[in-house]
């Protein structure tokens, strides 16, 4: 188990229940998963079947992070997965198993600015992943208030299998972001399966994934009267370089 007196830990916990809220409609019964890099070269992620709105420090997994990422790169088959998880606990008499989706976390949790994960499956963002024309739905920004919080751009990742070939898909397509806009992404859409935030600091997950949730509520709105009208990017990226709007970024994540 690990400790509480960990405050990644305890934010972590804090995040999962926000998250796992019955009004959130994010994740009902096992789903979602979180995670948050604890600073020493270890991270600790959900375990797998456990519920993020009840779960306690108990239910969570701490895994040594390179080994996990290195796993990006081998050809492991789903059934041996487990046993490469094992091998990289922090704990080996630890009996819970990570999340299947550990490999992803791993990975996101080695990128800059990124020490809080929070996956969801909301029922909002769900309704337009399994559209047949998704991307072009989530795509751009509605409002200023979505391009503070969510950055300029969202990262779109076609359906695969989960475990190590998802967590390949969204490594490429997050290089692929930070090569175009020299940042990391806060926010992946995975077509039908759910949303990925990735916080900074468990606030910023947080305020990444209600605000995905409401942008998604606001296309579903818009579809109904008449279509969706997003910001011109030239208007987004406008926005993004007023101080006054990246004060407004700092004080939401600082919150
Ligand atoms: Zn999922």
């Known amino acids: ?25 994010c994740a009902i019964l096992g789903e979602g998963n979180s995670s948050a890099d604890l600073g020493d070269g270890t991270f600790a992620v959900k375990g797998s079947g456990c519920c993020l709105g009840t779960m306690g420090p108990e239910h969570f997994v701490r895994l040594y992070r390179e080994p996990i990422v290195a796993l990006l790169e081998q050809d ?19 009996l819970r198993r990570p999340s299947v989706e550990t490999v992803f976390h791993a990975m996101a949790l080695s990128l800059p600015d990124v020490s809080y994960v929070a996956h969801t499956h909301p029922t909002a ?33 076609p359906y695969v299998d989960p475990g190590i070939t998802l967590a390949r898909c969204i490594r490429d397509e997050i290089d692929a972001y930070r090569v175009r806009w020299g940042s990391s992404p806060k926010v992946v859409y995975l077509q039908n399966h759910g949303l990925i935030a990735l916080g900074g600091s468990a606030t910023e997950a947080f305020n990444i994934t209600v605000m ?25 990226a406008h926005l993004l370089g007023r101080s006054d709007e990246h004060y407004r970024i700092q004080q939401l994540a600082a919150s």
């Open 125 to 157: 963002v769900n309704a337009l992943t399994c559209a047949p024309e998704w991307r072009a739905l989530l795509a751009g920004r509605l409002c200023p208030d979505e391009a503070v919080v969510l950055g300029p751009d969202s990262v779109f990742v």
């Open 76 to 94: 492991i088959p789903l059934d041996a997965l487990q046993e490469h998880y094992r091998a990289a606990l922090v704990d080996r008499h630890q």
């Open 1 to 25: 188990m690990i400790t509480l007196s960990d405050t990644s830990l305890d934010d972590l916990v804090g995040l999962s229940h926000k998250i796992g809220a019955a009004d959130m409609d």
């Open 212 to 236: 995905a949730v409401k942008a998604a509520r606001m296309r579903l709105g818009c579809l109904q009267a008449g279509g969706i009208n997003p910001l011109p990017e030239a208007v987004v």
